[in-house]
Nanobody, 124 residues
């Protein structure tokens, strides 16, 4: 199984980035997909999750209204559109796959597969 995240970079506050994650080696359409982030010196934090069919999404409060998670099961990809970026969004962003209940969406231990991470830096 391989999850490859890409799309990170340096952006000014207020700008936008789109992260994508390409999955292979798993039956993608049977997994819920999540995005987490980890800032230097901090724990990994849940950002967003989308269910296998793409009709349920969840977000951490700090990104609601600014970030949008989506998926394309035909292309085995999940994306995170990030708008109105803030310096506090600076982190390494990881995509992850889970077959567990959304009850556990905040717990990174409940995700069985992880991408390598892509760095997002938001300058003020």
């Amino acid at each position: 199984v391989q999850l490859q995240a890409f799309g990170g970079g340096l952006v000014q506050a207020g700008g936008s980035l789109r992260l994508s994650c390409a999955a292979s080696g798993l039956t993608f359409s049977t997994y819920s997909m999540g995005w987490f982030r980890q800032a230097p010196g901090k724990e990994r934090e849940f950002v967003a999750r989308i269910n296998w069919r793409g009709d349920y999404t969840y977000y951490v409060d700090s990104v609601k209204g600014r970030f949008t998670i989506s998926r394309d099961n035909a292309k085995n990809t999940v994306s995170l559109q990030m708008n109105s970026l803030k310096p506090e969004d600076t982190a390494v962003y990881y995509c992850a796959a889970s077959r567990e209940s959304p009850v556990y969406k905040y717990d990174p231990r409940r995700y069985g597969y992880w991408g390598q991470g892509t760095l997002v830096t938001v300058s003020s």
